[in-house]
């Protein structure tokens, strides 16, 4: 038997104390429970601990992951944001509306998954400017973007002036009764589906809804 194992070196291997994981044994009540741990390379059990850390930071907070994603796009982040903050917006607030308009927070608005895309300060002041031009206020669009910051992320010409147009021509709702249903349901910019009866599981930019 000694000869056997002797002439087979696959039952002795080298053990690296460096790299091999450690052993440790705990006393419990009913028996003994074996720990295998890691090795962490002496001195850097600080910084083992300190990328853990980090990336249980990044992972449960999406805001924070989305902003690793566009820290080459900080400067049109920044103006985009200082267009909302214009109307009393905080930093924080625009960036949270920025990151649902254009699909990098979940939003229930978006019926399924919007494509992410680093919005323009020309996209967002057009929305604006727009919608400020139908007789709405600085603080009629505080008052709107609240409700429903996801319309900085729908198409200018094929949503909203399509609907505000649709809105006029089936119903006459134009000028200060413009003005109400938006600030009442300004979801109704977004609208691109009309169903009429037969539903087709996009319920949140359904016509049926208004």
């Not at 992951?65 to 200082?82: F, I, L, N, P």
């Not at 992320?153 to 000028?175: A, R, Y």
Request: contains cysteine; positive net charge; aromatic residues 8%.
């Amino acid at each position: 038997m000694r000869a056997m194992l002797a002439r087979s070196p696959a039952f002795f291997q080298p053990c690296h104390l460096s790299t091999s994981p450690s052993v440790t044994f705990s006393k419990k009540k009913h028996g003994t429970r074996l720990t295998v741990q890691p090795n962490t390379p002496h001195g850097n059990t600080k910084g083992a601990s300190g990328i853990q850390g980090k990336w249980r930071t990044l992972s449960s907070d999406p805001a924070q992951a989305a902003a690793v994603v566009d820290a080459g796009d900080s400067k049109t982040w920044e103006e985009c944001k200082q267009i909302l903050t214009s109307l009393n917006f905080s930093t924080q607030d625009a960036e949270k509306m920025l990151k649902k308009a254009f699909g990098w927070l979940h939003s229930p608005y978006w019926t399924e998954e919007r494509k992410k895309e680093v919005p323009s300060a020309e996209v967002v002041s057009g929305v604006l400017d727009y919608v400020r031009g139908l007789g709405l206020s600085d603080d009629d669009l505080y008052k709107l973007l609240k409700k429903f910051p996801e319309v900085l992320g729908c198409d200018l010409e094929s949503e909203v002036k399509l609907n505000v147009g649709k809105l006029d021509s089936d119903w006459g709702i134009n000028g200060k009764t413009l003005r109400s249903v938006l600030l009442r349901n300004p979801k109704v910019l977004g609208y691109n589906v009309d169903c009429r009866g037969d539903c087709a599981a996009q319920c949140t930019r359904c016509w049926v809804r208004f």
